[in-house]
């Protein structure tokens, strides 16, 4: 418990840091949820920029303090610039984090995870399970982007998926998030397990994006670890804040409401947060 309470009041030390400081932070996302991708970096603090030109792109990484890339509705463009700014980001030692969205249902998007993650070392690496066990070559039985049932991480498999995301961290040396009902954020030593959140979070397009976006800022000063878990926290904790909203719009509105108004209280008594070592 002791070890939680220390890890929250960190958690809070980078939140803050964020309001003061007002990191850059360079996103190179899909134009599904751009919009929402910059408006939850504003809403905690950072400075959103989501430049995309390959011509462009590394003059804009090299002044950010953070990149997040996302292969959700992945074009050859984007593709060169998300390589482009990766380079960059790990030449200066700028944080990064990609999303692996779809990899578990196109070759295309899973060999350019793989070659980025080769050549740009991400420092955080998120996806659902599914997506992390097609990054290592497992089976799974998912359709499209969406996490399938057998690999969602719950009480009857939660053992098995935390082998799985520190195998992925031992091989990459990279934080791993792994999304769903339960989430897991690990390091090759130790993993974290997250239980807020809400299953109205998968109703709309766009919250695993916000996620890599509200990560990127959060990792902006350096810290990797800690970053991914708050970012993971105000999702999970705003989304239950805002679960009685009327549909899916309201949520939505309200989703995005919460996190630019979470409060340190809110942080340190919803918290739903435990470590395995």
């Known amino acids: ?13 980078i939140k803050n840091k964020l309001i003061v400081e007002k990191p850059l932070i360079h996103c190179i996302t899909n134009h599904i949820t751009i919009n929402d991708c910059a408006n939850v970096v504003l809403a905690i603090g950072g400075k959103p920029i989501m430049a995309e030109h390959c011509k462009e792109v590394s003059d804009i ?3 950010a303090k953070s990149l997040a890339v996302n292969l959700g509705n992945i074009s050859d463009s984007r593709m060169t610039s998300m390589m482009i700014s990766g380079e960059v980001a790990y030449k200066k030692e700028i944080p990064s984090i990609i999303d692996i969205v779809g990899v578990n249902c196109s070759n295309l998007r899973r060999d350019f995870a793989l ?22 070559g497992l089976e799974t039985k998912s359709k499209g982007v969406d996490v399938s049932e057998e690999d969602s991480t719950g009480k009857n498999n939660i053992n098995d998926n935390i082998n799985i995301v520190r195998s992925l961290s031992k091989r990459t040396n990279s934080i791993v ?24 979070l998968s109703m709309i397009t766009g919250t695993g994006c916000m996620l890599n976006a509200l990560i990127a800022t959060c990792i902006s000063g350096g810290d990797i670890l800690e970053g991914a ?9 705003s989304g239950e804040f805002s679960k009685e909203a009327k549909g899916t719009a309201s949520f939505k509105v309200d989703l995005l409401d919460n996190i630019s108004t979470i409060k340190e209280i809110d ?11």
Do not use: A, Q, W
């Not at 309470?5 to 809070?12: N, V």
């Not at 942080?267 to 070592?277: G, M, P, T």
């Open 267 to 277: 942080i340190i008594e919803k918290s739903k947060i435990r470590v395995v070592e």
């Open 177 to 200: 998030v792994s999304t769903g009902e339960i989430d897991l954020i690990s390091s090759e030593k130790e993993t974290f397990i997250i239980e807020n959140g809400c299953k109205e």
């Open 229 to 237: 878990i708050l970012g993971t926290l105000i999702m999970g904790i």
């Open 1 to 13: 418990m002791r070890e939680v309470e220390l890890l929250i009041k960190r958690l809070l030390d």
């Open 61 to 63: 990484t090299s002044s």
């Open 115 to 136: 070659e980025f993650i080769e050549k740009c070392k991400p420092n955080v690496i998120k996806g659902n399970m599914s997506e992390i066990k097609s990054i290592l």
